[in-house]
């Protein structure tokens, strides 16, 4: 390219970066959350070209949707009132449809029977995956293994017992299928 054609372009190129700029510029003020949807305006936007965006929603409070996390919080959440929305930050009580525990079970198994508790409410909410430990062949491990299958038994808890595979896994493709879970127990 020759002198004289970047020459000739330079006034060109300048007025297209300048359409750029206010493009850029007009777009941002919308962006604003100072003045995303208030009608007023504000010290900042008098900077700007264009008005403000309107209020979209006159007398009532705008909100963002839901996350995924809160949707699934929500679904699950017990004893909500029925307008309460979960948010990011509110404390909930929640119900999952199954609950996943591994070789830790035992000590916990151990402090359910401390309380003199006899019953486990929904039995079929969880589930006892032996995974982490599977390595460690030493007598009270193992004990504790048996011990761990033995509760499951006995409160008719599925079981998944050492080499079934890892527990995040066996969750993640049999949760489509409750059968699954069903068929591949003891």
């Not at 017992?161 to 995040?168: N, S």
Request: hydrophobic share 35%; proline share 6%.
């Amino acid at each position: 390219m020759s002198y004289k054609a970047v020459a000739a372009a330079t006034p060109l190129v300048r007025s297209l970066i300048r359409a750029s700029l206010r493009r850029s510029l007009k777009r941002s003020q919308y962006n604003q959350p100072a003045f995303r949807y208030s009608s007023t305006v504000s010290a900042f936007h008098t900077n700007l070209q264009g008005p403000a965006l309107p209020n979209i929603a006159p007398g009532k409070k705008v909100t963002t949707p839901q996350t995924l996390t809160e949707k699934i919080l929500q679904r699950y959440s017990v004893d909500l009132p029925k307008e309460k929305v979960v948010r990011s930050g509110d404390f909930v009580q929640i119900q999952p449809h199954r609950c996943l525990t591994h070789d830790n079970t035992w000590p916990v198994a151990m402090r359910f029977m401390s309380t003199g508790a006899t019953k486990i409410k929904d039995p079929a909410q969880l589930v006892f995956a032996l995974d982490h430990d599977v390595q460690n062949k030493s007598p009270s491990n193992l004990k504790k293994y048996d011990q761990i299958q033995e509760f499951a038994k006995k409160h008719g808890v599925i079981f998944f017992g050492a080499g079934h595979g890892i527990g995040h896994q066996i969750m993640a493709s049999s949760s489509a299928s409750d059968s699954y879970l069903e068929s591949l127990v003891y």
